[in-house]
């Protein structure tokens, strides 16, 4: 998703360009795809009561494979910091640059994903085709009415129509913070980003402590959500963290891989052991669900880091075939992201059709999903030409 100096998610442009952040990228992609080829398989099993067929197999390695992608989005964030930290340009000229490219091609395929319930009643199909092409849809009605309410909240809103719109809301918040947030890095040296990351690694605790220990900590009660390392958290520590492994870090590669696989086991393990957990109890809230999943906790942030380090090793000239294979999938990537999620059911069915070993059907149909989305968006650059911005970032 993230790029600038062509066009995706979060990146900017360079005089060299560095292949292994492509290579951190099509990662990202892939674990961010296998994240939501996941999604009918838990809502078959969210929707069990109502007569849907589950298989316990696919629910388990859905479980195992969604354990092992969470840090997708973490991996996007730190290209962004890797990429854009320090911002070279006005604060004014940032925005300029940047907001429209995001926020255009946002509203216009929020509008149409919010819109496709209708166009299928339209097209006289059954309204069950509303879930089988959003899992998470929060009904199926194939009214214009409740679809044009859904485009009325897009300024503040996303429908799970469009869950993974919910990125593009962060991005946007993340780019408004970039130039001022850069300030300080400019002028901050190694140790001042050390004791900001400290805090924000303490504040990665928080999901936790407000679970098992208490609900209100560090100064947070019923008229204060602002506590103690509020301002210490989020992804900007992962966007200074991006940053500073790039600039700082210099590890061999043994002594890199030495780290990265204790913590890549270590945070896998309590991902995997905790998401199992919260699904075994008998009664669990939606909050809860996520808690070992969350994207900026100790257990993801273990992961991402573990797999952050040895890619940012890999060294690829430009010229290579690869390298311009990787750069295009960049050029794409926000399109991709845009439009992936209507080939989500495609990718179910066809491991389906296939019989696709339980193990492998996430995986499968995650490629099935980039496949077709990156095909798609490749046609429509080519046609579109330079108006393919405006649609496709």
């Not at 290579?23 to 795809?33: I, K, N, T």
């Not at 969604?66 to 925005?95: A, D, H, I, Q």
């Not at 990351?197 to 204060?224: D, H, I, K, M, Q």
């Amino acid at each position: 998703m993230n790029n600038e100096y062509t066009n995706s998610l979060a990146a900017t442009q360079k005089p060299e360009r560095m292949v292994w952040c492509d290579v951190v990228r099509l990662l990202a992609f892939f674990f961010l795809l296998c994240c939501h080829a996941a999604d009918p398989f838990y809502a078959a099993a969210t929707y069990a009561a109502s007569g849907s067929n589950v298989e316990p197999e696919l629910v388990l390695w859905g479980t195992r494979w969604g354990s092992l992608v969470r840090p997708c989005v973490p991996l996007f964030v730190m290209l962004t910091g890797v990429l854009t930290l320090p911002v070279r340009t006005t604060t004014t000229g940032f925005y300029r640059r940047r907001i429209p490219r995001v926020l255009i091609p946002f509203v216009i395929w929020s509008v149409i994903y919010y819109l496709t319930p209708w166009l299928t009643g339209l097209f006289g199909m059954d309204s069950s085709v509303v879930y089988k092409l959003f899992s998470w849809a929060e009904s199926d009605s194939q009214s214009l009415g409740d679809g044009l309410d859904k485009v009325a909240r897009i300024p503040y809103a996303f429908s799970f129509i469009a869950c993974h719109m919910w990125y593009i809301y962060m991005l946007v918040g993340l780019y408004l913070y970039l130039p001022i947030f850069s300030a300080w890095v400019e002028k901050a040296g190694r140790r001042e980003q050390e004791l900001f990351l400290l805090l924000w690694a303490a504040s990665t605790f928080l999901p936790y402590f407000t679970e098992y220990v208490s609900r209100y900590c560090f100064g947070t009660c019923e008229w204060n959500a602002f506590g103690l390392f509020y301002y210490f958290s989020g992804f900007s520590g992962y966007m200074l963290l991006g940053h500073y492994i790039h600039r700082y870090v210099r590890l061999s590669l043994s002594r890199i891989l030495c780290l990265s696989l204790p913590l890549l086991i270590a945070g896998y393990a309590i991902t995997l052991c905790g998401y199992s957990h919260i699904l075994s109890l008998p009664e669990k809230t939606p909050e809860q669900m996520e808690l070992f999943w969350t994207y900026c906790s100790p257990n993801v942030v273990m992961m991402t880091v573990a797999w952050f380090l040895p890619l940012s090793r890999i060294r690829l000239s430009p010229d290579r075939r690869v390298a311009v294979w990787l750069a295009n999938l960049t050029v794409c990537g926000f399109g991709i992201y845009m439009i992936h999620y209507y080939f989500v059911f495609l990718g179910y069915d066809m491991g389906a059709l296939l019989h696709v070993p339980a193990p492998l059907r996430i995986p499968f149909s995650a490629l099935v999903i980039l496949a077709c989305s990156w095909g798609v968006v490749a046609v429509l650059r080519r046609l579109l030409g330079s108006r393919a911005v405006y649609l496709l970032g």
